[in-house]
C-alpha cells in the first residue's frame, strides 16, 4: 500500500503563492504518476496537474501558465507551485498517485491524499 502525506496548504491573498507538497510511502513496486486534483462542495473532483515517471506534464487549463507540477522521484515527492493565486483556485486540493505493486500487474491502483485546504483572499 502506498500512503500519502500532504502539505503546503493554507492562506494567501490574491496575487501570491503557496507550494504543495506529496510525499508517498509504502511498499510498491513503481509509481506511474503523480499528480493534484481539487474538489469544490458539490462539484466533480477535477485534475489540476499530473506528471508521470517519463517527466511528462499535463495540466487543466484554468492553472496554465501559473502552477508547475515537479517531482523528486528519489524522495517520491511530488510538489504544486502555484502562483498567481486567483480567488477560484479557493478549495481542497487531493494528492493522488498511480502506482503499481508488481511489474506484472495490469493498469495500475490509486492512492489518495487526506487533502489540503487552499484559501485565497480577495
Known amino acids: 500500500q502506498v500512503q500519502l502525506v500532504e502539505s503546503g496548504g493554507g492562506l494567501v491573498q490574491a496575487g501570491g503563492s503557496l507550494r504543495l507538497s506529496c510525499a508517498a510511502s509504502?511498499?510498491?513496486?513503481?509509481?506511474?504518476?503523480m499528480g493534484w486534483y481539487r474538489q469544490a462542495p458539490g462539484n466533480k473532483r477535477e485534475l489540476v496537474a499530473r506528471?508521470?515517471?517519463?517527466?511528462?506534464?499535463n495540466y487543466v487549463d484554468s492553472v496554465k501558465g501559473r502552477f508547475t507540477i515537479s517531482r523528486d522521484n528519489a524522495k517520491n515527492t511530488a510538489y504544486l507551485q502555484m502562483n498567481s493565486l486567483k480567488p477560484e483556485d479557493t478549495v481542497v486540493y487531493y494528492c493522488?498517485?498511480?502506482?503499481?505493486?508488481?511489474?506484472?500487474?495490469?493498469?495500475?491502483?490509486?492512492?489518495w491524499g487526506q487533502g489540503t485546504q487552499v484559501t485565497v483572499s480577495s
Open positions: 493522488n498517485v498511480q502506482w503499481k505493486d508488481s511489474r506484472w500487474r495490469l493498469g495500475y491502483l490509486d492512492s
Open positions: 506528471i508521470a515517471s517519463d517527466g511528462s506534464t
Open positions: 509504502g511498499t510498491f513496486f513503481s509509481i506511474v504518476a
